[in-house]
């Protein structure tokens, strides 16, 4: 099991912020002559077992599961996920009379584009989670729009093996998260050039 935080740790951690608070001077330094300032409201020194929000995406420090190795994850931070269901429950009201068809055709665009955006995080249980809240969302809406009892789904959405089909409308399908691939990036840092360091190609 990983230690607690001891005094050498801690003392580490005190000298860590401070090199960090004195980087955020010189990129301040750097970003003026260029009309640019780094905001206040976004700009905090954090340590990385916390954990930031970046450009939708949840930076932190984790211990892998099954050993005592600890890597940063990238996951998908608690907003965007949100945002996306809001769009999800918008068009799937219950009460809605919208064109199925056309309601699927915004519901792919809608996804497909959040998931290839988010497709390089640790994500393949928050895509399981959605892909299954889009189903119940739409399979809901259906429910009460053509007025199915739960065996009319079950008979219209299930083949002669009684395995589930994708919901579809006039040969439009929903898109199925789950099925993304998911590819992590690969640590590249050290090999993009960096216009501030001298001679690094």
């Given at each position: 099991?990983?230690?607690g935080p001891d005094k050498a ?141 739960w065996k009319d789904v079950r ?47």
């Amino acid at each position: 099991m990983a230690s607690g935080p001891d005094k050498a740790g801690t003392c580490q951690h005190c000298q860590m912020v401070r090199v960090a608070e004195a980087l955020r001077e010189d990129i301040t330094d750097v970003l003026q002559p260029l009309g640019l300032r780094l905001s206040e409201a976004k700009t905090r020194v954090v340590h990385m077992s916390e954990g930031f929000d970046f450009l939708g995406f949840r930076l932190q420090w984790r211990r892998k599961r099954g050993t005592d190795k600890w890597y940063v994850y990238t996951f998908i931070a608690d907003r965007p996920i949100r945002q996306l269901k809001d769009k999800i429950r918008a068009l799937t009201n219950r009460t809605s009379q919208q064109n199925p068809r056309e309601v699927l055709i915004r519901l792919n665009q809608i996804m497909r584009g959040w998931a290839n955006y988010f497709k390089h995080a640790v994500c393949k249980v928050a895509l399981s989670s959605l892909a299954h809240f889009t189903w119940r969302r739409v399979i809901s809406w259906w429910m009460v729009l053509h007025r199915w009892k739960w065996k009319d789904v079950r008979r219209r959405l299930t083949d002669h093996n009684g395995r589930w089909q994708r919901p579809s409308a006039d040969g439009i399908e929903l898109f199925d998260l789950q099925a993304v691939t998911v590819s992590r990036y690969r640590y590249r840092g050290d090999k993009i050039p960096n216009p501030w360091i001298p001679n690094h190609a």
